[in-house]
């Protein structure tokens, strides 16, 4: 079993700031990409960043200039500093992994965080 334990959700006041951590344990041969979602009731899951073990990020462009993702790779934790909150960026938001299990040239597995609530109000 691989889990992913998500840290770091609140309530914050628009313009603040939160971090979110990530530790990803169980049966992980090599993480390929570390990532966090959102999600608001009735809406799609969206990608706000992700990871690679290399060090390579990819943003949403809603977040871009505000959030930052980094990774402890020692640890399997990947992290989300965001800052210059707003309205909008309330959410549920999950952590994902995408690893291998037995060596570099197989599959790729996946496995998701139970979320942890971000709420950004007056």
């Known amino acids: 079993q691989v889990q992913l334990v998500e840290s770091g959700g609140g309530l914050v006041q628009p313009g603040g700031s939160l971090r979110l951590s990530c530790a990803a344990s169980g049966s992980i041969f090599s993480i390929a990409v570390m990532g966090w979602y959102r999600q608001t009731p009735g809406k799609q899951r969206e990608l706000v960043a992700a990871?690679?073990?290399?060090?390579?990020?990819n943003y949403a462009d809603s977040v871009k200039g505000r959030f930052s993702i980094s990774r402890d790779s020692a640890k399997n934790t990947v992290y989300l500093q965001m800052n210059s909150l707003k309205p909008e960026d309330t959410a549920v938001y999950y952590c994902?992994?995408?690893?291998?299990?037995?060596?570099?040239?197989?599959?790729?597995?996946?496995?998701w965080g139970q979320g942890t609530q971000v709420t950004d109000s007056s």
């Open positions: 990871i690679t073990s290399g060090g390579s990020t």
């Open positions: 994902n992994t995408r690893y291998y299990r037995g060596s570099l040239l197989g599959p790729l597995s996946d496995a």
